[in-house]
C-alpha cells in the first residue's frame, strides 16, 4: 500500500472512531456560568455544579464519573437517545455514573460536585 493511500486510511479510521466526540459537549464548555472547574491533573477534574428550574442543563457529556450531592430536588435527565429518567436527587448522595450524554431538568436549586476520572 502506497504511503498517501496508508494515510487517507488512517484518517478515515480516525474520523469514524472521533465521530461521537463531534456530537459530545464537554459540561463546562457547554454552560461555563454553571459549571466551575475546582481542581484537575491528568488523572481527574473536579467541577461545581450549580443549576435549577430556571437554569436547566443543557445536552452535554461526562466520561466515567462520582457525583455528591450538595443540594437538590427532583430532576428528569435525558440522555442523548431520547431515553428520559427521573431521580430524586437528596443532599448529601453519593453516585458513581458511566460515560453518559445528556440534559438535567431539577425542581428546585441543584449543587453537586462531580469528579471525572480521566482514561
Same mark, same amino acid.
Given at each position: 500500500?502506497k504511503?498517501?493511500?496508508?494515510? *487517507?486510511?488512517?484518517? *478515515?479510521? *480516525?474520523?469514524?472512531?472521533?465521530?461521537? /466526540?463531534?456530537? &459530545?459537549?464537554?459540561a463546562? &464548555?457547554?454552560?461555563?456560568?454553571?459549571?466551575?472547574? /475546582?481542581?484537575?491533573?491528568?488523572?481527574?477534574?473536579?467541577i461545581?455544579v450549580?443549576?435549577?428550574?430556571? =437554569?436547566?442543563?443543557?445536552?452535554h457529556?461526562h466520561? !466515567?464519573?462520582?457525583?455528591y450531592?450538595?443540594?437538590?430536588?427532583? !430532576?428528569k435527565f =435525558?440522555? *442523548?437517545?431520547?431515553?428520559?429518567?427521573?431521580a430524586?436527587?437528596? &443532599?448529601?448522595?453519593?453516585r458513581?455514573?458511566?460515560?453518559? =450524554?445528556?440534559?438535567v431538568?431539577?425542581?428546585?436549586?441543584?449543587?453537586?460536585?462531580v469528579?471525572?476520572?480521566k482514561?
Amino acid at each position: 500500500m502506497k504511503k498517501s493511500s496508508l494515510f *487517507a486510511f488512517g484518517a *478515515a479510521i *480516525a474520523l469514524f472512531l472521533g465521530t461521537p /466526540l463531534a456530537f &459530545a459537549q464537554d459540561a463546562v &464548555a457547554t454552560q461555563p456560568e454553571n459549571n466551575k472547574v /475546582l481542581f484537575e491533573n491528568d488523572r481527574v477534574r473536579v467541577i461545581e455544579v450549580k443549576f435549577g428550574p430556571d =437554569t436547566p442543563l443543557k445536552m452535554h457529556s461526562h466520561p !466515567a464519573h462520582v457525583v455528591y450531592l450538595v443540594e437538590g430536588g427532583n !430532576a428528569k435527565f =435525558t440522555t *442523548a437517545d431520547g431515553k428520559v429518567t427521573e431521580a430524586e436527587m437528596t &443532599a448529601g448522595t453519593v453516585r458513581w455514573t458511566d460515560p453518559v =450524554t445528556h440534559s438535567v431538568e431539577a425542581s428546585a436549586p441543584s449543587h453537586a460536585i462531580v469528579v471525572e476520572l480521566k482514561q
